[in-house]
């Protein structure tokens, strides 16, 4: 079927509004969903400059991996799910057959597609073609609100989840970065870990004003850092949550306690330099937290609702000069949250 989407036709080019062909259910187990909320994130950046290529992503394309909406038709193998339901898509579509799958571990599966970004196309449209239906979660929350929750919220519950084992009562907990995925980050662990401080750290002082507003204890600047964590406790830092992952970001690793942690999930640098004498000497852990588990977006969905997290976002209309003018927006860092498109 045709349907009308933002069309990524050459790379740092303004997206035009035109129509692509997407399949339809049939005697399969695939999902087609009305789209009702897509989110706009930095990798979408990256692949509209052509700087982040990837198997399967060739022009013209459709990007857009934070995906909500409402189930238009299904597949006559498709169960649990019918036309109506309210869902979250799972952005990592594995092969649900390699030993990684079978462990709930499909972001390490070698075989996956990610809408919007190999492959398949993404929700910058007003439809999106799910190939099965063990990619929705059920959802009762407004669809609009969810869709960054598909990469931004369920990314930062999953790190938070790899933090917690190094934490205790009065642990300093830095999250370099302050962006969608931060903005859940500091919420969730206002619930999950209270008995910690969370530092917030960014170059960008409406963003410093805006962790406090979610719940951090302290707001810095980079250069801040060390002196605010050596009044607080010399040792140092339990964790980094490292949502930026560069030469800069890299720098904070001397300050953590001995045995502390990082969760690396930001990817905006080439590499990452470790220092081998600090790491070595003192024990550091260095862990990749790359999306999540979908066992980890059911928990998340529930735990949104239950705890009351929000999502800060800006409504986008499927309309070339909106949408072109938020994807500048966010590549130049203008935005708190994230920008949703709403077909």
Not at 258 to 282: D, N, R
């Amino acid at each position: 079927m045709k349907v009308k989407a933002a069309i990524l036709q050459e790379f740092s080019k303004p997206l035009r509004l035109g129509y692509v062909d997407i399949p339809e259910p049939g005697d399969d187990e695939s999902v087609l969903v009305r789209i009702v909320g897509a989110g706009m994130c930095k990798t979408d950046v990256r692949l509209w400059r052509g700087e982040e290529p990837r198997e399967g992503f060739k022009t013209p394309f459709v990007l857009g991996h934070e995906n909500a909406g409402v189930v238009e038709a299904v597949g006559k193998r498709v169960k649990g799910l019918n036309p109506g339901d309210k869902v979250l898509v799972y952005a990592i579509w594995a092969d649900l057959n390699c030993k990684y799958c079978r462990v709930d571990k499909c972001m390490q599966c070698r075989g996956h597609a990610i809408p919007g970004q190999s492959y398949y196309y993404g929700g910058y449209a007003e439809y999106l073609y799910v190939p099965n239906y063990r990619y929705l979660v059920k959802i009762d929350i407004d669809p609009v609100e969810a869709a960054p929750l598909a990469d931004a919220g369920l990314t930062s519950y999953s790190a938070v989840k790899k933090a917690l084992p190094y934490l205790r009562p009065d642990s300093l907990v830095i999250v370099y970065g302050v962006g969608g995925l931060a903005s859940y980050a500091i919420q969730y662990l206002k619930h999950l870990a209270p008995y910690v401080k969370i530092i917030a750290v960014s170059r960008s002082d409406n963003k410093l004003k805006w962790a406090m507003e979610l719940g951090a204890h302290y707001a810095v600047h980079p250069s801040e850092v060390n002196k605010v964590i050596r009044d607080l406790n010399p040792d140092g830092v339990a964790v980094m949550l490292d949502f930026v992952g560069n030469d800069e970001s890299a720098k904070m690793i001397p300050l953590l306690e001995p045995g502390g942690a990082v969760i690396l999930v930001g990817m905006e640098g080439k590499s990452y330099p470790i220092p081998v004498f600090e790491t070595t000497v003192w024990q550091y852990i260095v862990i990749g937290s790359n999306y999540g588990s979908i066992s980890e977006m059911e928990e998340m969905v529930k735990f949104v609702k239950e705890h009351g997290i929000r999502s800060y976002i800006e409504k986008v209309p499927l309309e070339e000069n909106a949408i072109n003018n938020a994807l500048n927006r966010l590549a130049e860092g203008k935005v708190l949250g994230r920008f949703v498109i709403t077909p």
